[in-house]
């Protein structure tokens, strides 16, 4: 109503040099397995989203699913520190933006718990300042030099929260969008398939899944020994892909 309205409003002020910063100094994660040397600086192409849709394991709580998402990006793009969006109650008419950047703050030495309890903490931070308004970027010299590469107000990797799935959806602009359901541990994947394929997905929740079983079994182990490929996987590469190697290798040396 009005006076909600009016009340995310004032908030929204108050906060907005804290967004303004984060923008203007957003260090987005792009996933390395993206191939960028074809793609324009600042070029626009339309996008076409598909999805699929992947189970995490059930013991796992909406702050630690979380974090295994966040552990696992880390991961894979070997950083600690980077930005992601972050979706953000919408408004019917559109006046607020509908992600926010979430700047991660990886520590690879401690464990899915540790991570967990930072994210409740972070998550909470974030919804309570309220998100910022849209023309935020439009206002602001810097973030209109800034739009000429990419709109800061869309992140490469996005991360939403939603009651069912089927209200998610992907910002133009996105090449992966996770939609975790807020009850269960049902996830839906959305990739820009022009810059990603199905298969190249499937590779990328597989080691998702991977990390996060094994979190889920041991969550004071520490992020940086957490494994990206299953038990089968390390044993056909680790193991039988070495061993056939081995095996052609000849015996003596030849002269």
Same mark, same amino acid.
């Given at each position: 109503?009005?006076?909600?309205?009016?009340a995310r409003l004032a908030a929204? /002020?108050?906060h907005e040099p804290f967004w303004q910063q984060l923008l203007e100094t957003q260090d987005a994660l792009e996933l390395p397995v993206i191939d960028r040397t074809s793609i324009a600086a600042g070029a626009v192409t339309g996008s076409t989203y598909s999805n699929v #849709?992947? /189970? +995490?394991p059930a013991a796992l709580d909406e702050s630690q699913r979380l974090a295994t998402v966040l552990a696992w990006l880390a991961r894979c793009a070997d950083k600690n520190e980077f930005d992601i969006g972050f979706g953000v109650p919408a408004d019917s008419v559109g006046v607020w933006a509908a992600q926010v950047p979430w700047r991660a703050n990886i520590d690879f030495t401690r464990g899915l718990n540790t991570l967990a309890a930072h994210c409740a903490a972070q998550q909470q931070d974030l919804l309570r300042r309220g998100g910022y308004l849209r023309d935020l970027v439009a206002r602001r010299p810097d973030l209109r030099a800034r739009a000429v590469q990419r709109d800061p107000r869309v992140l490469p990797v996005a991360l939403l929260l939603v009651d069912q799935l089927d209200d998610a959806r992907a910002e133009p602009g996105s090449e992966l969008t996770i939609a975790l359901a807020r009850v269960g541990s049902a996830s839906r994947w959305f990739f820009d398939a +022009?810059? !990603?394929g199905a298969a190249q997905v499937a590779q990328l929740q597989q080691q @998702? !899944?991977?990390l996060t079983h094994a979190?889920? /079994?041991a969550p004071e182990r520490a992020l940086a020994e957490l494994p990206l490929m299953d038990a089968t996987l390390q044993?056909?590469? !680790?193991? #039988? @892909?070495?061993?056939a190697r081995a095996d052609g290798q000849p015996q003596s040396c030849v002269h």
């Open positions: 109503d009005a006076a909600a309205m009016q929204t /002020a108050a #849709d992947v /189970a +995490a +022009a810059k !990603l @998702w !899944l991977a979190a889920a /079994a044993q056909r590469v !680790l193991h #039988d @892909w070495n061993a």
